[in-house]
């Protein structure tokens, strides 16, 4: 259920938790970390408990020294999970590296759309391994400890942008908190998804990197996120294309953060949030 984003006081200073930009994390969000990582135009994004360590996607492959290295800094010695929403090179492209460099326990993936060398590192890495990608071909929970994660698996219909519609969809909640992971989701796989759910959510990974979709206004209308997150750079997508999204974004009050600003992270308690960049 949406909450009402708490005013806390803290060291004789209002902040409006999850609706200002903050320069330092305060301890009271400890929970629970979230980091969206300046990878360009891709998603690798760290979720970080007491009770887990997982990623989101993993960037590109020119990009995976720097993204280890971050993990690393980050306190990251082994990972619970890697779900990879598809097969695009700006998802998967640093897989079968975080693979070669920590200890990984599953690898969970939408079904297989393509072809690319970046798919065949990966595959050679989880043959090395004896391990193999976990194919979500319908929707499923998975739990650790108090966070939650909905995966929404894709249908195997689509014939217009086959790749980016094949995306996961993921809702991480954690106490009073959600945050609605949407891979590369373009039109028909949003409009899917909002056809068999029903959920609001605090923030939302804007599908796509921010590329314009007609879709994209009843996605804002039915999660009615106060937060919104672009994995964008300073290139791609061009700005014409991009000031469409943050127009639909702001007409519904989303305090926006890009990727293109620099690393994104945001803290929890079960009760609030706050973001950070």
């Known amino acids: 259920m949406k909450k009402v984003l708490s005013i806390l006081l803290m060291m004789s200073i209002i902040l409006f938790v999850g609706c200002t930009k903050m320069n330092t994390s305060s301890k009271e969000y400890t929970d629970v970390t979230v980091t969206v990582f300046e990878a360009g135009k891709a998603d690798a994004i760290l979720i970080q408990s007491d009770d887990c360590t997982i990623m989101i996607d993993t960037g590109l492959d020119e990009k995976a020294d720097t993204l280890i290295d971050e993990l690393k800094e980050n306190g990251v010695s082994k990972i619970d999970a890697i779900f990879l929403t598809h097969f695009d090179k700006d998802h998967v492209g640093g897989a079968d590296r975080i693979l070669s460099a920590f200890a990984v326990e599953h690898v969970y993936t939408t079904y297989l759309t393509k072809e690319s060398t970046d798919i065949d590192q990966l595959t050679s890495v989880l043959d090395e391994q004896n391990k193999q990608m976990e194919v979500l071909h319908a929707d499923q929970t998975f739990t650790y400890g108090d966070l939650q994660l909905d995966v929404y698996a ?124």
């Open 154 to 277: 894709a249908s195997d219909t689509y014939s217009n942008n086959i790749s980016n519609n094949s995306s996961l969809i993921i809702c991480m909640s954690y106490g009073m908190n959600s945050i609605l992971f949407t891979g590369d989701a373009q039109n028909d796989r949003i409009k899917d998804f909002l056809d068999q759910t029903d959920l609001t959510v605090d923030i939302l990974k804007v599908p796509y990197h921010g590329h314009y979709q007609k879709k994209l206004i009843k996605l804002v209308e039915a999660v009615l996120p106060d937060v919104c997150l672009i994995t964008n750079s300073d290139t791609e997508p061009e700005e014409e294309d991009i000031e469409k999204t943050r127009d639909v974004l702001t007409d519904y009050d989303c305090l926006i953060y890009e990727t293109k600003d620099g690393i994104i992270r945001i803290n929890m308690n079960e009760n609030a949030y706050e973001v950070v960049q």
